[in-house]
């Protein structure tokens, strides 16, 4: 039997360490994530008029703090809430380094129970896919909901989680190139039925899990968690959008062919269709 609690994201993200910071810019591909999220944050987070009271921003699962020294480096007051300690640990390592430690709280919580006042931040984070790792449906709308309760009101709430097309297709392409341990083509069929990858998934196929329990999620299920929460969907915008169709072997192309791979995302950021296929999906919304 498959011990369950080796696919606790908790887990996994404390044995992950480091990696996680080093993901977003591990590769053109993982980059397209940071750089589409990063727009948003850009147009719709609230400005900072007053560099001695800057908005106060929640960055809820924000791992090692990518997102949270980049918020600091542009003057928002951040509070980051991350579960795995190993994790607190590495952002608060890459705070100090950067010298923006005092601009950012670093504590213990969960996207289902933030522990926050009602309208205790101006804009709030749940990026890369805290909502994708609650596998219960109920638990899933109550995170949802913590996100809109700590955000004033029409206050911006993004959220990202992990798409189920772009999941799929991302396997089918490595289907019989990679090892066969990390093979888990076997599992899709099973997936898109249930769309939680969890331990039991894996061992019913016969497989050792490869990745964290996972809820995959489609775009019309996104935005109707979102709607329910009481959160105003904006956009849904694709991350990795049309390099989801490749995922690899972008370093054979030269610096003009990125670009123009950039700007199809641009053109086509907010298109319904590409954004359910996109591994990442990213939805702006208001409280």
Same mark, same amino acid.
């Given at each position: 039997?498959?011990? $369950?609690?080796?696919? =606790?994201?908790?887990?996994?993200?404390?044995?992950?360490?480091?990696?996680?910071? @080093?993901?977003l810019d591990r590769d053109f591909f993982h980059r397209l994530?940071?750089?589409?999220?990063?727009?948003?944050?850009?147009?719709?987070?609230? $400005?900072?008029?007053?560099?001695?009271? $800057?908005?106060?921003?929640?960055?809820?699962?924000?791992?090692?703090?990518?997102?949270?020294?980049? /918020?600091?480096?542009?003057?928002?007051?951040?509070?980051?809430?991350?579960?795995?300690?190993?994790?607190?640990?590495?952002?608060?390592?890459? /705070?100090?380094?950067?010298?923006?430690?005092?601009? &950012?709280?670093?504590? =213990?919580?969960?996207?289902?129970?933030?522990?926050?006042?009602?309208?205790?931040?101006?804009?709030?984070? #749940?990026?890369?896919?805290?909502?994708?790792? &609650?596998? =219960?449906? =109920? @638990?899933?709308?109550?995170?949802?909901?913590?996100?809109?309760?700590?955000?004033?009101?029409?206050?911006?709430?993004?959220?990202?989680?992990?798409?189920?097309?772009?999941?799929?297709?991302?396997?089918?392409?490595?289907?019989?190139?990679?090892?066969?341990?990390?093979?888990?083509?076997? *599992?899709?069929?099973?997936?898109?039925?249930?769309? !939680?990858?969890?331990?039991?998934?894996?061992?019913?196929?016969?497989?050792?899990?490869?990745?964290?329990? #996972?809820?995959?999620?489609?775009?019309?299920?996104?935005?109707?968690?979102?709607?329910?929460?009481?959160?105003? &969907?904006?956009?849904?915008?694709?991350?990795?959008?049309?390099?989801? /169709?490749?995922?690899?072997?972008?370093?054979?192309?030269?610096?003009?062919?990125r670009d123009t791979v950039r700007?199809?995302? !641009? /053109? *086509?950021?907010? !298109?319904?269709?590409?954004?359910?296929?996109? $591994?990442?999906?990213?939805?702006? #919304?208001?409280?």
């Open positions: 039997m498959v011990d $369950p609690d080796r696919t =606790d994201p908790e887990t996994y993200y404390d044995d992950y360490g480091e990696r996680e910071w @080093e993901r994530e940071w750089e589409g999220t990063v727009e948003q944050l850009e147009t719709h987070l609230p $400005p900072v008029d007053d560099p001695d009271d $800057p908005p106060r921003v929640a960055d809820v699962g924000g791992a090692a703090g990518r997102y949270s020294v980049w /918020l600091a480096e542009h003057g928002y007051d951040v509070t980051l809430v991350e579960p795995s300690g190993a994790q607190r640990d590495i952002a608060r390592e890459k /705070l100090a380094e950067r010298g923006v430690s005092d601009r &950012v709280t670093v504590r =213990d919580g969960d996207v289902r129970d933030l522990e926050a006042a009602d309208d205790a931040f101006d804009a709030t984070l #749940c990026l890369g896919g805290p909502l994708s790792h &609650v596998l =219960d449906a =109920d @638990e899933r709308r109550e995170g949802a909901s913590e996100l809109r309760r700590v955000t004033v009101p029409d206050g911006p709430v993004f959220a990202s989680v992990m798409g189920l097309l772009g999941a799929v297709m991302i396997t089918v392409q490595y289907a019989g190139r990679v090892e066969p341990e990390v093979d888990d083509l076997a *599992l899709m069929p099973d997936l898109v039925r249930e769309r !939680d990858y969890t331990a039991d998934l894996a061992e019913r196929n016969g497989m050792e899990p490869v990745i964290f329990d #996972c809820h995959f999620f489609r775009r019309d299920e996104f935005e109707e968690l979102l709607d329910g929460a009481g959160l105003a &969907v904006e956009r849904v915008a694709a991350l990795e959008g049309v390099a989801a /169709l490749r995922r690899s072997h972008f370093e054979e192309l030269d610096d003009d062919a700007a199809l995302n !641009d /053109l *086509l950021r907010t !298109d319904g269709t590409l954004a359910d296929v996109s $591994p990442h999906m990213l939805a702006v #919304c208001r409280a």
